[in-house]
């Protein structure tokens, strides 16, 4: 974009010039988006600030939303818009003399059509009429935000589905606008192609290397696999490991899975199945699946999911242009989706559209609340909702389960494992034969999504290390001499032990 003059006088402010200067972090005086990025015009003397953008709008433009030319209003005023029915603080607008349709200056380059990384088909804005859909209560829920859609103004739908979207929410996370549409596309067809390869969101990860026909019609039972990511084939199990975790997702193993007991490595068939390449909601760029090496600032072998805030060590989804990893359980939240734990559909948001608060769940304050319901104030972050629904606690050979409501009507909840109270409206695991309850932190540990007891070879050490939960039996690290770090690599022919932050320090 041209930034114009270096120094201009604007009625928005007119006793003082405005010198073009480098972004800071402060917000334009019209449209309320921060400043940091790029250029902004200044007046140091009153701390004005003004994008070049809304200092340079044109005086008159043909806006795809409305019928008529429309002039630009140079003047801050607060009123309700025509496009997308806020109110917002003071800014400048864009006029209809002919109709007196008065719209604020983004919402006046809303395109008829898009695409968002959310929905598999274009969008389109509404002009004349909203239609009918589908929606439970004859509500039109926005998909992107999840609160409701006001039809008396404009918004995104699909003909095609069940899906409307406020026009904010929508241009947040666009990634084309009409003018890159097919024009051959229709409504029912998908049109990732610009993001995606062809086949890349179906190639599997494996060959098949055997497999048996059931007969009478039934499917094929995929028995041996070989995946890209173990040297060794892959069979189908029937019998559960004992407190062994899955090398794709770091959770508990379940039926079915595949397994190389000589290394111990153990794959859910559905992480098995994951598609190598993805659209996330979650991030406006594909994802690719990766084994997991990360050398960043968390260490080997070990990296934080950007959605739950997890560290993970199991296949990741990563962005190839931006430092984005979902892990494996994240990735699997539906953009719709029914949970035990709620009587009402959920939905997961958009990262543009979601909001900051305390989890309906757990009580934790979130600066990211992914999760929400349309029909009450329930919320939710992607660390709850991802729970594994059952999971084992020391000797016991016992389930304990993710409970929702309290095991009985004492009053009075306590977690058998750290003694403390429980709060009665926040969820826990549950075993109902040894009559033991749980906080979920407790009882799944400071790292649930870590696969423990994996080796790494490491020119620090001549001998193979492995990665373990630090317990009190564990001398102090040889490299600081310090004991503070939960993760520990140790050797187990020579007795060495190293912090997992001493060897995040020495592999930099």
Excluded at 20 to 36: A, R, Y
Excluded at 256 to 271: A, D, E, M, R
Excluded at 486 to 503: E, G, N, P, Q, Y
């Amino acid at each position: 974009m041209e930034l114009g003059p270096r120094g201009m006088q604007h009625p928005l402010h007119p006793e003082h010039t405005l010198e073009i200067t480098k972004g800071l972090w402060e917000n334009c005086h019209d449209c309320g988006e921060n400043c940091k990025q790029g250029y902004v015009y200044h007046c140091s003397s009153c701390e004005f600030y003004l994008h070049p953008k809304c200092a340079l709008l044109e005086l008159t433009i043909k806006a795809e939303s409305h019928d008529h030319p429309l002039s630009l209003l140079r003047r801050s005023l607060s009123f309700t818009c025509d496009t997308c029915g806020e109110k917002r603080n003071p800014c400048m607008s864009y006029f209809c003399i002919t109709c007196s349709f008065m719209i604020h200056t983004q919402c006046a380059l809303f395109p008829l059509n898009l695409k968002v990384t959310r929905h598999n088909h274009p969008l389109s804005l509404n002009l004349k009429y909203f239609p009918r859909l589908n929606q439970s209560e004859n509500r039109e829920i926005c998909q992107l935000c999840v609160r409701k859609v006001d039809t008396k103004y404009k918004a995104y739908y699909c003909s095609s589905c069940d899906f409307a979207a406020h026009p904010r929410c929508a241009t947040k996370i666009m990634v084309i606008r009409n003018e890159t549409f097919d024009p051959e596309l229709k409504d029912d067809q998908p049109n990732e192609t610009h993001l995606l390869g062809p086949d890349e969101s179906t190639e599997p990860l494996f060959q098949i290397v055997d497999k048996i026909n059931p007969g009478n019609g039934k499917a094929e039972i995929v028995t041996e696999i070989k995946h890209i990511w173990h040297e060794h084939h892959l069979k189908l199990a029937v019998e559960l490991e004992n407190n062994e975790k899955c090398n794709g997702c770091a959770q508990y193993l379940s039926s079915p899975h595949y397994c190389c007991l000589q290394c111990k490595f153990f794959l859910h068939k559905s992480c098995a199945d994951l598609p190598r390449k993805k659209l996330h909601p979650l991030h406006n760029h594909p994802l690719t699946l990766l084994p997991n090496k990360s050398q960043d600032e968390y260490g080997p072998e070990i990296f934080r999911c950007n959605a739950c805030e997890s560290l993970c060590n199991g296949f990741v989804y990563s962005c190839d242009g931006c430092r984005f990893q979902l892990d494996v359980p994240c990735s699997l939240i539906p953009t719709k989706f029914t949970h035990e734990g709620h009587d009402h559909p959920l939905f997961l948001l958009s990262s543009g559209n979601a909001d900051s608060g305390e989890c309906t769940s757990c009580g934790k304050f979130r600066s990211l609340l992914i999760i929400r319901c349309a029909d009450c104030e329930f919320s939710m972050d992607l660390e709850c909702a991802t729970l594994p629904r059952t999971t084992k606690y020391g000797p016991y050979e016992q389930p304990f389960i993710l409970s929702y409501t309290v095991e009985d009507d004492s009053g009075e909840y306590y977690c058998d494992i750290c003694e403390k109270n429980r709060d009665p409206k926040h969820w826990f695991y549950y075993c109902a034969d040894l009559r033991f309850a749980a906080h979920p932190k407790c009882i799944l540990g400071d790292h649930p999504r870590i696969k423990f007891g994996r080796t790494f070879t490491y020119d620090v050490h001549e001998h193979p290390l492995t990665l373990v939960e630090r317990t009190t039996d564990h001398p102090k690290c040889h490299s600081c001499g310090e004991s503070s770090d939960s993760l520990i690599f140790v050797c187990v022919k020579c007795d060495f032990i190293l912090d997992h932050d001493c060897l995040r320090k020495m592999k930099k």
